[in-house]
């Protein structure tokens, strides 16, 4: 059973930091590619963060050298830190999973997200 729980969103001032958290079950983070999108009225659905199986990353040029996505093998979780965080990064940001263990196609499976809010 696949399931993503993204914890770790909040209320923040302007230049403040997060750490996100999701939770993996059901498979190995190790193993698939994953990554981050947020959603926020008024905005489209940005894709922000992914890293594949050998630990390639990539990032939205909106957030490129202050945030960072990582996993934790042994803990089976996927994590995005953000640094140096701004209101335009006010979204709900959700996590997701790739369908296949060999390429990147994403969105098999996603989580229900966590509400970042930050404040000037």
């Known amino acids: 059973q696949v399931q993503l729980q993204e914890s770790g969103g909040g209320s923040v001032q302007s230049g403040g930091s997060l750490r996100l958290s999701c939770a993996a079950s059901?498979?190995?983070?190790?193993?698939?590619?994953m990554g981050w999108f947020r959603q926020s009225p008024g905005k489209e659905r940005e894709e922000v963060a992914s890293?594949?199986?050998?630990?390639?990353?990539n990032y939205a040029d909106s957030v490129k050298g202050r945030f960072i996505i990582s996993r934790d093998n042994t803990k089976n979780t996927l994590y995005l830190q953000m640094d140096s965080l701004k209101p335009e990064d006010t979204a709900m940001y959700s996590c997701?999973?790739?369908?296949?263990?060999?390429?990147?196609?994403?969105?098999?499976?996603w989580g229900q997200g966590t509400q970042v809010t930050v404040s000037s």
């Open positions: 997701w999973r790739g369908r296949y263990t060999s390429n990147c196609e994403p969105y098999a499976y």
């Open positions: 059901g498979f190995a983070v190790s193993s698939y590619c």
């Open positions: 890293v594949d199986k050998i630990g390639r990353t």
